[in-house]
DNA sequence: AGGGTTATGAATATCCTCTTGATCGAAGAC
DNA sequence: GTCTTCGATCAAGAGGATATTCATAACCCT
């Protein structure tokens, strides 16, 4: 998951930066409203998390511009506590959601991860949070993969990947696609990580690494 | 935990009622506003939870009745997705959180545990029992850490730390979630305290030191 | 204020991950 | 059958992350 975190108190930006990132997602981070914009111009995100107090252009200005250039991305937008005025006036301004600050980390996660199922539609009753194939388990808030009941230990890219894959079941994925998740890389192609990866996966999961198969030309497949 | 549920359409209310009674929360609930406000004469709640239509008298003006009787329970209001107009009325007459349907059911507890951390200013997660974990148990109330009968002296903040691995057993905690949770931090990420405090409970924690594994690139994981 | 405990940040050493480029092999095109 | 392109695998260096220790600062209790 790719998101874009507008927030000019550098110490919270990359406290926020670190915990994301710790949950497997790819964070990129711009320091103002301005700066904010011409990103998300180039590249595509699944959530902006995006603070109201901005120097320059805030975020209530922020959002009203990417709603204008018919941008759909969620915004999650983080308020100065028991301020109703600002919230109603992120809402009204087209913000998906809001959270007051200081905010639990958990939370923050917790909101995210909820505006993201929602705009990708994603089936509600996923209740634990385990992928599951025959003897192949990720436990995602574990981090940990089973295979046939065994631990099999992973960095942090190969869990990122398996993951990506087994909730991708039986769809082929572009090098592309998989790099701008896993990496959050959206140009220089001239790359064989994903390659170099899909071995490492393959070899790791055993009996199941023939479940990854190639779709030459196009990328790899699940199932 | 005391909920107050107004929500007229009984499906989706026995549903609710459900997933909060298994969370081990007690669970009233009014088929319309009328009956809302009245129970909330005669006790208090901890949470509403408010559906926005109602028959009779609707969500929103059931929230500006507790208002103006200076009510200041939490409410949590259950709208219509995408509606913006609702939630920002909702906001205006003093709900302070919305939930659009449909919702995760983790969502909506997720939700409820925020509000009620926000109003009584505590840390959610200190169930008050026992945590146990094979011959290692923690005692909240006693703020005891017994390992294999043997009690063990810990610092506040060693304590803290083993309460909250032993509560989210299984599950991994960035450092950041960690550092959130137990200091309090909101920024500075140029510790490593946490690093720090999980070695030392790894050695006091003796044969059990064991379970606390490092997730590289994520954090720590208890269990 | 003093003695002891606890908390924190810095420094270091070690280990692991990531990435790259090279080489080898397989699949498809002609 | 040969050529070409794409994918698989390997090994090594660079960079990052973690464990551990220590010194100092803050705190608390008399």
């Not at 999650?76 to 600002?86: F, G, K, P, V, Y």
């Not at 007051?100 to 939370?107: A, M, R």
């Not at 025959?134 to 990122?160: F, H, N, P, W």
Request: hydrophobic residues 40%; charged residues 30%; glycine residues 8%.
């Amino acid at each position: 998951m790719n998101i874009l975190l507008i927030e000019d108190e550098l110490r919270v930006a990359d406290f926020v930066r670190r915990g994301l990132k710790a949950e497997g997602w790819v964070v990129e981070h711009a320091d103002d409203g301005e700066t904010g914009l011409e990103i998300m111009q180039d590249r595509g995100f699944d959530v902006v998390i995006l603070d109201l107090m901005l120097p320059g252009l805030s975020g209530q200005h922020v959002c009203q511009k990417m709603r204008a250039r018919s941008n759909p991305t969620p915004v999650l937008m983080l308020t100065a506590l028991d301020s109703t005025d600002e919230r109603v006036a992120g809402l009204r301004l087209g913000a998906d959601d809001y959270l007051p600050k200081p905010f639990d980390f958990d939370e923050l996660i917790a909101r995210v991860q909820a505006l993201h199922r929602r705009s990708t539609g994603y089936a509600c009753c996923q209740s634990d949070g385990k992928l599951r194939h025959q003897g192949l388990i990720y436990d995602s808030a574990a981090m940990v993969l089973t295979v046939d009941g065994r631990i099999v230990e992973l960095s942090a890219k190969e869990r990122e990947l398996i993951a990506l894959l087994m909730a991708s079941e039986n769809k082929a994925l572009s090098r592309e696609r998989i790099l701008n998740s896993v990496w959050g890389t959206h140009e220089d192609p001239m790359t064989n990580v994903v390659d170099v990866y899909i071995g490492r996966l393959r070899k790791k999961l055993g009996p199941y690494g023939k479940r990854i198969t190639t779709v030459r030309g196009a990328g790899y497949r699940f199932g």
